[in-house]
């Protein structure tokens, strides 16, 4: 299906919803709104006061990035009511209908399955990740420009991790002229590295590779910038992590250590909303378009 004359519940979320909201609106869409902050009284939006009332008769379901709880219970933004999402609300849906989440959890995963609608995923797809890599890596970017007193320009920059963020990453602190080292693992990375301009740096030396760098940026969901990994950085030297909640990085050995270091989850959502939001909702009406020409 298209979005152009179906009704699309919107639950939750923050500003990058709202964005999405409009771009439905201009693409046909009839939208419901429930847990999602809302003041433009004139886009002809139906405010709803609870999941199941915006649910109701859609056939099409949206939830935030983060999706919901373990207990069902929405993302929302501070200071907006709470939106649960169950088995029977999920039932007033239309038959055919479909729920997009950014992250799914067992919860979520089950209540779709128990009401048989296909959940849809979407953080974690290379067609939504490529393209919310950009808005990541500026604010990555902007984050260190604030937490600097020198300019990337110039300056030693490490990016940990050659993914779809890392790789944004890098070429935006290649474009200011940053000199760019990324450690990585696989002699893939180092090839791919190399061939866009920058140093690489085998992951068995990451301890000399921050020792001589200005700025790190993590991307690795994992552990690496350890207590004894940054024992050795300069005194003046900032990371950024840009990885999942909690981050790769020791930050209470970051603070004993006196370094500035800090974690930066959600980063298009926050420093741009409105391109952010328009990549979830493009990518949606995207989605629903090409189930129409595999169905047709």
Not at 113 to 124: F, G, I, N, Q
Not at 138 to 156: D, H, K, V
Not at 189 to 218: K, M, T
Not at 235 to 241: G, K, R, T, Y
């Amino acid at each position: 299906m298209s979005v152009r004359g179906k009704t699309v519940a919107v639950l939750g979320g923050d500003r990058r919803m709202t964005e999405a909201v409009h771009f439905f609106l201009q693409a046909g869409a009839q939208v419901r709104l429930a847990s999602l902050a809302w003041d433009d009284r004139f886009a002809g939006v139906q405010v709803c006061t609870t999941g199941a009332e915006a649910l109701t008769g859609a056939q099409v379901a949206v939830l935030p990035v983060q999706g919901v709880t373990g207990e069902g219970t929405v993302y929302t933004e501070p200071g907006v009511p709470d939106c649960h999402i169950d088995g029977d609300g999920l039932r007033r849906m239309d038959r055919g209908a479909i729920v997009f989440a950014g992250l799914g959890c067992p919860y979520l995963r089950r209540v779709c399955e128990d009401v048989a609608l296909p959940l849809v995923e979407y953080r974690e797809r290379d067609e939504f990740a490529i393209w919310n890599s950009i808005p990541s890596a500026e604010g990555a970017i902007q984050m260190a420009m604030e937490a600097t007193p020198f300019t990337l320009f110039g300056s030693r920059s490490l990016v940990l991790g050659f993914g779809r963020t890392g790789r944004a990453v890098a070429l935006l602190l290649k474009g200011l002229f940053s000199d760019v080292s990324v450690a990585a693992r696989k002699e893939l990375d180092f090839a791919r590295i190399w061939a866009a301009g920058c140093r690489y740096r085998d992951w068995r030396e990451l301890d000399r590779a921050v020792a001589e760098a200005d700025v790190i940026f993590n991307t690795v969901p994992a552990l690496v910038l350890t207590r004894e990994v940054l024992g050795g950085a300069p005194p003046h030297a900032v990371v950024i992590d840009l990885a999942s909640a909690p981050g790769g990085t020791d930050f209470a050995a970051a603070r004993e250590l006196g370094l500035n270091a800090k974690l930066a989850p959600g980063l298009p959502g926050v420093v741009a909303p409105v391109t952010a939001g328009r990549i979830i909702a493009e990518l949606i009406v995207r989605h629903l378009t090409n189930q129409d020409g595999e169905e047709g």
